[in-house]
């Protein structure tokens, strides 16, 4: 960057970097850099400054590049201060990672954690807690407020997650104004429009931005090894003179990797067992033939433990590999493992052995089995491991600590390792640039993969990264080029008001300044923003109308009003079309349905033009288009009659007789009911069989003689207008003029629709929550929480409304403690496919639990039905897939018993479990009746034991 400087502007530089430099020495930064064991970049230099001089700070930088210094510096103010801190985190493994870090930099005693379910020293002075712990906090008014001055917000970039993002939002519009707020962001390329909203809600913000990686990245493709027993190619991707640090939009490729892929074939990995393909040593074409020139060169996806072989011989490992599937991650340990791959010593291995011992000594004996703990500890201690959502929370600490300590070489990885959590890899290795996003498989776009391979080279650790893309049916290397080199991706809100924050805002300020609250969002920012863009383009449209009307001016009349008038007959002739068009169809869906078996019909246009003997009339088939009939044509083919076959319907001629052992499939059958119609037909003149349409003899809405058409045309022809010479190009002028003034209305409509969007979901909001009695009117007319809304005030979960209701109904009232664990989650879980068949429910179909479920899905159908009414975007659906586990776990079961015969792994059924326990404590204090808390605690207790609980802190 300094190259593109002026001598004058490397000497102002230097001149601040010298006066920031003699303010830092004594200054708190000046004390916080004496404790490091590096220098600070310039833009973490810059963040501290800005920070220590009492600005709130938005810092975005790359994966990797060290942002985190900056909320290491807030927790130092916070503490040298003798104020607070909060360090929130998205996810509970990065707010456990950095409990950990803060504790051994400043004492245990000075650092607590809060999480959903885990509470350690929460009074400290510096507490690491989930974003939505704060969130709840601010709602309550939670005196552990007092005396907090920083709040650290890592991944801030998660605010675009449909789910979950709204809760970042909720919190930064929420907070203290006194509270400055250092907000740390993955590289987005609207930065500095975040950083102008974070200045409007919270006063002045530092936006600082560092596109520059510490380590540099290098991009690579590995291909499948041309000879028998080769090893992988690793190929750079850009051509030689291609600086990967700033490679340009749409950089050159490695001239060898665009020759192999020019001059070598695809196959994806190789031909059905026991045939042969072109490229196969033996294959001979068609016929037996060799193909001209011979085989032509094939490229085959290489296999993943050649991949780590390769990579292993390059001195790349250790590699995090992303298979967007966790059976794919446990697939490929399994293959690893199967070629004999190892990638430890016997002294990494004894370690390995000694950390698994030390972090899984809780889990009882009985329980390793059904856990696959033999083999995930077998492939660890050969340096190779799975890391998804699906294993043991326990199992996925131990990956990440034996990774982070150089142990384990190789990780196979689904994408939510790349969130925030520090596991530092030389390598990252993608093996394909599709993923599938719960409902179909889409590219990844520039954001997700400076997001995957940002975990490449990790500071202080090495020199450089490497980005590997496995070739794979589909790689286009330009394209790859493409992608790897542009970095950005823009920070998009998804902030929606709930239900538990209308009631929780009606409550603190009051409906209208609640609407003004919501108004500052994020969501509602960019709207604005955007309404800007659109209002210049209605202007432009205003300008380009006034030039059209004045160009379609006529001397001799009002030529709008001409051009009123012929659109008035066009419509009106338009409507005659549409009305006949529909008296045709309706004539020919009756002609189908008077159809019956063995009547032999004449077909008198389209592709099945000629004759047909009906052999099913297929009545019921059809809808709105009518029967489907099954016919037999004559040249002996079975097939089914459409309208679309038939629009001016059929005309029954005959009749045959069909022998009741007819089978459509026999051509024997076939030929001779063809016979017998070509006999039939025989008796028919061929004019007698002609194509005259079987419809009414008179056109019904005839244009000509309608009455309304005829006086618009009358009024046409008088009109001054219409005898001016240069009618046609006053008319194109008009017709120009209609087209844009319907482009801006629409466009007048998209503006009125973005403007204070928000503010009327959240109208929209308290209309249901009123329609429901969860918000009422006080004595002076205003919006106010009624004694049910405050219970919807302490439920947080996702699907808050359905909770509340379920309690305010008494859906739930009368289960035991394993009962109520089981109805909520049916509430919580969400399967990850669709669920064959009705699930195990203990009691049957009449018990209990089955009675309250459907009572459930009833509550559920009255929700979304409001929903609908209201406008608003409709609650989840219930999914009891898990409920008969969860109830055996919360009856006591052990874990062997619970999963046997489902297809729910353990780690997926802890982390269900885990939300189950969070519902259920929110039930414990917001439930309306004594005996459904104590319910609710009872199950709490019954799901957080065993795996569930010692999983994670």
Known sequence: MTA????????????????????????????????????????????????????????????????????????????????????????????????????????AQNVGLLTGDTSINADAPVVVMTTEVLRNMLYAGS???????????????????????????????????????????????NAEEFGDWLATVRGDTAVVVSERRPVPLWQHVITAPTEPRGVPRLFDLYAGHVDPTAPGT??????????????????????????????????????????????????????????????????????????????????????????????????????IRRVIDERTVTIPPEDLEVLGFWSWQHALCRGIAAHHAGLLPVFKETVEELFARGLVKVVFATETLALGINMPARSVVLEKLVKWDGTAHQPVTPGEYTQLTGRAGRRGIDVEGHA????????????????????????????????????????????????????????????DRGVVGLAKQAQAHAEALEGYFEAMTCERGDFAQYMAIRRALSDREKELSRAEQGARRADAVASLEKLRRGDVVEVPTGR?????????????????????????????????????????????????????????????????????????????????????????????????????VQRLRTELREHPCHGCPERDDHARWAQRAEKLRREHATLVRRIEGRTGSIARTFDRTCALLSELGYLGRDESGALAVTDEGRWLRRLYAEDDLLLAECLRQGTWDGLHPAELAAAVSAVVYSGRRDEV??????????????????????????????????????????????????????????????????????????????????????????????????????????????????SSL
């Open 4 to 107: 593109d400087l002026s001598p004058a502007e490397r000497y102002a530089a230097a001149r601040a970097r010298s006066a920031r430099d003699k303010a830092d020495a004594v200054g708190e930064l000046g004390r916080f850099r004496t404790a490091l064991d590096f220098e600070l970049d310039p833009f973490q230099a810059d963040a501290c400054a800005a920070l220590e001089a009492g600005r709130g700070v938005l810092v975005a930088a790359p994966t990797g590049a060290g942002k985190t210094v900056v909320g290491e510096f807030a927790v130092h103010l916070a503490l040298a201060s003798g104020t607070k801190a909060f360090y929130t985190t998205p996810i509970k493994a990065l707010s456990n990672q950095k409990f950990n870090d803060l504790a051994r930099r400043h004492g």
């Open 143 to 189: 005196t552990a407020l007092e005396g907090l001055s920083y709040v650290v917000m890592d991944e801030v970039h998660y605010l675009a997650d449909r789910f979950r993002g709204p809760v970042w939002e909720e919190v930064i519009i929420h907070l203290p104004g006194h509270v400055q707020l250092v907000s740390l962001s993955a590289t987005v390329s």
């Open 250 to 351: 749409n950089p050159p490729i490695d001239p060898d990797l665009a020759r192999l892929f020019r001059t070598h074939g695809r196959s994806d990995g190789g031909s059905p067992r026991g045939r042969r393909s072109r490229g196969d040593r033996g294959y001979r074409g068609r016929g037996g033939a060799r193909p001209a020139g011979g085989a032509v060169p094939q490229r085959r996806t290489p296999r993943r433990f050649g991949v780590v072989e390769a990579l292993d011989s390059d001195a790349l490992l250790p590699a995090i590999y992303f298979i967007f599937s966790r059976a794919g991650c446990e697939g490929a340990v399994e293959q690893c493992l199967g070629a004999g791959l190892r990638l430890t010593d016997a002294e990494e291995e004894a370690e």
């Open 468 to 527: 590997v893309v496995v070739d794979h049916l589909g790689l286009d290397p330009v394209a790859l080029a493409g992608l790897a080199s542009r970095r950005l991706y823009p920070l998009r809100s998804s902030f929606r008001p709930t239900y538990n924050m209308a009631v929780n805002l009606v409550s603190q300020v009051g409906a209208e300044r609640a609407r003004e609250v919501l108004e500052t969002s994020f969501a509602q920012f960019q709207a």
């Open 837 to 950: 068949g009705e699930p195990y429910l203990p009691g049957g179909p009449q018990g209990r639990l089955a009675t309250a479920l459907d009572a459930t899905a009833h509550v559920w159908a009255q929700i979304t039905a409001l929903e609908a009414t209201h406008h608003l975007e409709a609650t989840g659906p219930l999914d009891p897939g898990l409920a008969g586990a969860v109830h055996r776990w919360a009856s006591g079961k052990s874990l062997d018993a619970v999963l046997r015969g489902t297809d729910v792994a353990a780690g997926d059924f802890v982390r269900w479990c885990k939300q189950v326990v969070d519902v259920l404590d929110q039930l414990a204090v917001a439930a309306p009746r004594p005996a459904v808390r104590a319910s609710a605690r009872k199950a709490q207790d019954g799901v957080l034991r065993g795996v569930v609980a010692y």
């Open 608 to 708: 099945r033009r000629g004759y047909v003997v009906v052999l099913d009339p297929g009545r019921g088939e059809g809808g709105f288009d009518g029967p489907r009939p099954t016919v037999l044509t004559q040249e002996k083919q079975v097939k089914k009659l459409t309208l679309a076959d038939v629009p001016d319907g059929v005309r029954t001629v005959t009749r045959v007789k069909i022998p009741s052992g007819f089978n459509p499939r026999k051509p024997d059958s076939r030929r001779d009911l063809a016979s017998s119609m070509r006999s039939a037909l025989g008796a028919f003149s061929d004019d007698g069989g002609s194509g005259r349409a079987p419809g009414r003899p008179g056109r019904r809405g005839d244009a000509a003689s309608d009455a309304r």
